[in-house]
């Protein structure tokens, strides 16, 4: 990939694994390998198929990770982030910011925007939100480009990580060209 976002922000129920944490998942859980955890039902638990890759890859690449879940249970959530392990890591150590809560994901955002000192280039547009929920393509109002996960049963995929990356792309020149617009418009009243 020749450009990425400053910040890449992933939803975690049914965007990095398939489940609710919050009403899915009995406590306690614990590890049943570095890539899988067990809850105390019996229920196995492990990140989609492409999503090590994924964090990988913006990692690698300098790329900021946010966490923004609605969970009513972050410490379940946390715990999770914890037992699953990518490169002998902890999963939890590859994000640089966790936003939990009820909420909107735009004040998700903004407070991890604002946490790691990104408020202007997330007003510039250099945000990706991946997410299975419509509801969050609100997003786009703070210049945040929405990457829908559409399908519960596979969650992010590489492909859809790439297009979606592409599809930013053409957002981010939209948002371009209607900051140049703007300041030509104030420059324009001034004189």
């Given at each position: 990939m020749e450009k990425y976002p400053k910040a890449v922000v992933f939803d975690l129920d049914y965007t990095l694994w398939p489940c609710w944490c919050d009403t899915h998942i009995r406590v306690p859980i614990k590890s049943v390998s570095p890539t899988e955890i067990v809850d105390r039902s019996g229920m196995k638990l492990s990140f989609y198929p492409d999503v090590e890759s994924i964090l990988l890859e913006l990692?690698?690449?300098?790329i900021k990770i946010i966490g923004a879940s609605r969970t009513a249970a972050p410490e379940i959530?946390?715990?999770i982030l914890t037992l699953?392990?990518?490169r002998d890591k902890p999963a939890i150590t590859?994000?640089?910011s966790l936003q939990w809560g009820q909420g909107s994901k735009i004040k998700h955002i903004q407070s991890a925007a604002k946490q790691l000192n990104l408020l202007q280039e997330l007003q510039q547009g250099y945000f990706v939100l991946y997410d299975d929920e419509l509801r969050n393509r609100d997003v786009v109002s703070i210049n945040c480009h929405?990457?829908?996960?559409p399908?519960?049963?596979v969650g992010i995929t590489k492909q859809i990580f790439l297009n979606?990356?592409?599809?930013?792309s053409k957002f981010l020149e939209q948002v371009e060209k209607q900051q140049s617009a703007a300041r030509?418009?104030?420059q324009i009243q001034l004189v």
């Open positions: 990692f690698d690449n300098g959530a946390r715990k699953l392990h990518i590859y994000f640089h929405f990457a829908h996960i399908d519960e049963t979606e990356l592409k599809l930013w030509k418009q104030r």
